[in-house]
């Protein structure tokens, strides 16, 4: 039995995502699979790469599968095979991680940032149209979306993608934080044209570094993408038939993802729980994440809004001082960050953004998190919320 199932671990000290406890039930496993990459020798595109490829296909249905080192670089690389070019306009919601923009602006390309829903923090479909406007009138060209799935729950695709076609343009889906999710009976990775996700070690299915993955069912989009991952290379290593880069995922990091791969539907459905029980002991106190019909979340993480007007700072501090960390993903939207804040807005701002920047706290997840540290956990923010 794990340590965080046996009595006494409510008082053992609190993580925000517990990688020790999984590597106390798959560390074993886990040791040798690494040791045999280490043995066999082959740690560039070694059979690790190709197995985890097919699994992760048949795990999600989607067409094709291609690993890569992670994912800003899967990013990267859907926007070099969308021949993405200087002057042309991808919409990106800027309630996200920094790379959802960055890999646009790599392009010498500009990133509109769009607003996001209040109860989901995913891209607000009006907003987008907005944002197209947007794009329209300033004479930019607008070519493609990119909505992000937050914290694991997906983005409005019915919404979107409608808005998408009836614009032309194309839709990576930035899954990062939601591979294992479902929208709508589809699993992420077989939603938008092309899908990317991060195996970074937070992620719900991450490795021991840096990973990642992009998903299609485009095989000319496929066989570009790889010949991209790999230098751009045609017939063989020293065929050179297009600009490309470095992306491979290295061998050793597929062998622990094949390995998580085999407990990851059963660490969502433990996740799932423990977003249940926070949902029901929390509801009363603050505003907590809820599901839209027919979608599920892999919750990676499980963010509440505390009420308007509480300092968030003092929550956390107080948090803090009980043995129960926190976080703050993202304290400041991306249309507000120094590196992005000369690029265009949707409509006339994103009040939504600004404001569930100022409002968000991160709670401990995990799928070792056991009823009782969750209910210390609980109890905590509670009593930090105060009266
Ligand atoms: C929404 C989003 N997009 C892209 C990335 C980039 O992934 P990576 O860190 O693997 O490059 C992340 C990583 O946290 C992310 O959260």
Known sequence: ?????????????????????????????????????VD????????????????????CGAKHVLSCANGTDALGLALMARNLKLGQAVLVPSFTFAATAEVVAWFDAVPVFVDVREDTFNMDPVSLEA?????????????GVIPVDLFGLPADYDEILAI????????????????????????VGT???????????????????????????????????????VHGQGSDKYDNVRVGMNARLDTIQAAVLREKLTIFADEITARERLAARYGALLQERVAVPRVPPGLTSVWAQYTVRLPSGCSRDAVATKLRAEGVPTAVYYHTPLHQQTAYRHYPVAGNGLPASERIAGEVLSLPMHPYLDDEVQDRIVAETVAALGS
């Open 131 to 143: 944002g197209v406007a947007t794009v329209k009138r300033s004479g930019l060209e607008p070519v």
């Open 1 to 37: 039995m794990s340590d965080a199932t046996t009595p006494g671990a409510v008082n053992a000290q609190i993580e925000l995502i517990d990688l020790a406890a999984q590597r106390r039930r798959i560390g074993r496993r886990m040791d040798e699979a690494i040791l045999r990459v």
């Open 164 to 187: 998408a076609s009836a614009h032309r343009l194309w839709v990576i889906c930035d899954a990062a934080q939601s591979f294992g999710a479902v929208y709508k009976g589809r699993k």
């Open 191 to 229: 939603i938008g044209d092309i899908t990317t996700t991060s195996f970074f070690p937070a992620k719900p299915l991450g490795c021991y570094g840096d990973g990642g993955a992009i998903f299609t069912d485009d095989d000319d989009i496929a066989a570009v993408m790889k010949s991209l991952r």
């Open 40 to 59: 066999h020798g082959k740690y560039i595109m070694g059979p690790e790469v190709a197995e985890l490829e097919k699994e992760l296909a048949a795990y």
